[in-house]
């Protein structure tokens, strides 16, 4: 999974300026001077977006953070209204290559994209626990801001102080959602809630080990080249910061959470929202990139968990198992050798044994992959402090210079959520040759102007994941056939996820009622199945963009392979996939058409 942070900033990068040039252009125009002006419009939208340029390793503003005002996304969108219009203005398609054409296709789709979810703006969640900025930017600051200098540290220690009115913001953004008509379901507050907690125990804010930041902060400090004398004033500079400045922002923001809680209903699925229904289809039309409805959406899942579950069975007959599936179900989950200890060490193992499965998995990628990915990959264990409300598993960019490795992030909070016979199948879909597979090629990709290395496809993006699960069994891994179990539970879940996203937006289901589907249909138990469905409330259609996304790419492998026939090869259908970036689906299917 992509964060939903990382996702808005992405969607950000195209909302950019025009070029400072707007005279036409006279006589024939070249693919040269059409990438130009897309580059200059990005650089103005770096200029603007301080988070999305330190997400990439630029360092320009890095003392600030992005305004996240509801002025300034309609002041985004207006600027990627005029340079769409200023780009028609310019260039004229007949004068320019397939590519280059591309590159306007998607300029069109991303506004129309951005224009479809103007009407909504107020309809997301500005605090939840899984993308909540009361999370991500601590995080952001420890994984994202890189501190090599003394102004580095300098700018670190002065978005500490910003984070009092950078939370501000953010509150009020929440408050004129209310307004509308818009809080989180009761239960997503009590989250939140203890994430903010979490944050400020420890030292400087209180008694115990020091705070995430604290600790963040004095390792980089203590790492720069600098006298004692100038590391000294830094660190006290950051105590100070988190003092007077995180701690009222945090206590700011539990005030004001715990007063919209007791204000918050308990009904759970978007169709209560203002315009709920039209809010949840154009959810799904961005996540899925379709025009599938949320009726055929559900239908396609009631059908794929039935195809999951008969191959379910086809293993636990190989395995001897001779009672109903969730006889097998109970099987899996009580067998002490396919979990780890809850323990420090069962933690640390499993993500030992995770980079053990990345490790043989990269042997492998040049018999599939003509392109690999320069970035490094990481695999570490969730923070502590926001461990209990995050996802399962999920995947965090690397910069754009390869300087910050992308991670693969996986939740060690309940080990009974992560049983090893699923250990293979995640570290694929996050790390390689999924996510960071994908998104680090699509960052090194030198020949396409930048706004389409960042393009937030869900559907695209999630479905290779997911199709990099079902790959890596025809690359000749999952030789046991407990973790060939483990794809297809996880499979499976993405299945359910058509089901119950759908059934808790559209066809109104209740929280238990859908938690109840998941415990019906997959091995695990009531709380992680509670920890995903609280996931699908809060992010409304997400989850149905993999089976989707996985569904199509697999259909345009196998029409590729029927196309090339005897010269079929894996690598030059993942070029075709992978080689121009991320893309909607239909334009997917264009590509690799043209391809065959």
Known sequence: ????????????????????????????????????????????????????????????????????????????????????AEMKRRFSPDRLSEDAKLSWRLAEWSLERARAA????????????????????????????????????????????????????????????????????RFVFDYVLSDCRNILAGAPLGDGPDTPLWADAQRKINALSISEAEKAALRDGARAALIESVKPAYQDLIAALTAQQARAGTDDGVWRLPDGAGYYAQRLAAMTTTAMTAAEIHDLGLSEVARIQAEMLAIARRVNFDGDLAGFFAHVENNPVLFLPETPEGKAEYIARAQAALDAMTARLPDYFAVLPRAPLDVRAVEAFREESAGLAFYQRPSADGARPGIYYANTFDMRALPLYQLEALAYHEGLPGHHMQIAIAQELQDIPRFRRYLPVTAYTEGWGLYCETLAKDMGFYADPYSDFGRLTLEMRRAIRLVVDTGLHDKRWTRQQAIDYILANQPGGEAQARRDIDRYIVMPGQATAYKIGQLEILRLREEFRARRGAGFSHAAFHDAVLKAGPVPLDILRTRITAAA
């Open 118 to 185: 103007a009407p909504y703006r107020l309809n997301g969640y500005v605090f939840d626990q899984m993308n909540g900025p009361h999370a991500t930017l601590p995080v952001f600051l420890a994984n994202q801001h890189r501190i090599d200098t003394a102004a580095d540290a300098e700018a670190y220690i002065a978005r500490l102080n910003g984070l009092r009115p950078h939370f501000a913001a953010l509150i009020q953004r929440s408050e004129d959602a209310a307004q509308h008509g818009v809080l989180p379901p």
């Open 1 to 84: 999974m992509i964060t939903r942070r990382a996702a808005l900033l992405s969607t950000a990068a195209f909302a950019a300026s025009a070029c400072a040039s707007t005279q036409p252009v006279a006589g024939a125009v070249d693919d040269a001077a059409f990438n130009a002006f897309h580059e200059a419009a990005f650089e103005a939208l770096l200029d603007r977006n301080p988070n999305f340029a330190t997400q990439l390793g630029d360092k320009r503003n890095q003392d600030r953070w992005t305004d996240p005002s509801i002025a300034q996304d309609a002041a985004e969108l207006a600027a990627q209204e005029q340079t769409v």
